[in-house]
């Protein structure tokens, strides 16, 4: 199409995906979780457009520290479902300054009321057919626990299934947002008007 068009110009904000193998930067030896390519483990968008299929019992991993994690767990625990939320960060949100917007009691206090179990400190070291494993970063204490589904929020990989075959073809593009690194919003807006006052 962008042949066809002519453009002096392109301009790429594919986005980004979750990583689906659970790598991680606090574990970086390590290059998935063991049992990551099971057919139960999702990602938060799977998980999104596939409500109805996540099974009763649900273990939310969260990687990031951000709001993903604890607002799926929300959801989940309000449409019927048992569901345990594990982040190896010191408390949910950690890492996306949810105690700075004061967002924090209020997503504790939902999920309290949720009957969501929340455990911090621990991460997701092995993942069976119908348990996972976390281990406390601290103790190396395993506790096993059910997991009908596992969604994994962890990093994102940038997309780049359309720069590639661009490329390939020999046009140039500019990448902006998560295209070019995943990131905040805020930065791929950034991202969007300093392209556009280059060109």
């Known amino acids: 199409m962008i042949e066809q068009i002519g453009a002096d110009h392109v301009v790429l904000a594919t986005g980004s995906r979750?990583?689906?193998?659970g790598f991680s930067a606090a574990t970086p030896s390590r290059s998935a979780i063991p049992g990551a390519e099971l057919t139960h483990v999702i990602d938060p968008v799977e998980?999104?457009?596939a409500l109805e299929h996540?099974?009763?019992?649900?273990?939310?991993?969260?990687?990031?520290?951000?709001?993903?994690a604890g607002g799926l767990a929300l959801l989940l625990a309000r449409s019927g479902r048992s569901v345990e939320l594990a982040t190896r960060h010191l408390f949910v949100g950690?890492?996306?300054?949810?105690?700075?917007?004061h967002d924090l009691p209020w997503l504790l206090r939902q999920l309290s009321a949720e009957g969501v179990t929340v455990i911090t400190q621990s991460s997701l070291t092995e993942i069976r057919p119908e348990t996972?494993?976390?281990t406390d970063v601290w103790s190396g204490r395993q506790r096993i626990t059910p997991a009908g589904t596992v969604v994994i929020n962890a990093?994102?990989?940038?997309?780049?299934?359309l720069i590639d075959g661009l490329t390939d073809r020999?046009?140039?593009a500019h990448r902006i947002g998560d295209c070019l690194a995943p990131r905040e919003v805020d930065d791929a807006i950034y991202d969007g008007m300093a392209c556009a006052q280059m060109l």
């Open 18 to 21: 979750f990583r689906s193998d």
């Open 47 to 49: 998980a999104l457009d």
């Open 54 to 68: 996540c099974a009763a019992e649900v273990l939310v991993f969260d990687d990031v520290g951000d709001y993903v």
């Open 94 to 101: 950690a890492g996306s300054g949810l105690h700075q917007s």
């Open 132 to 134: 996972a494993v976390l």
């Open 155 to 161: 990093v994102r990989s940038s997309d780049h299934m």
């Open 170 to 172: 020999g046009v140039f």
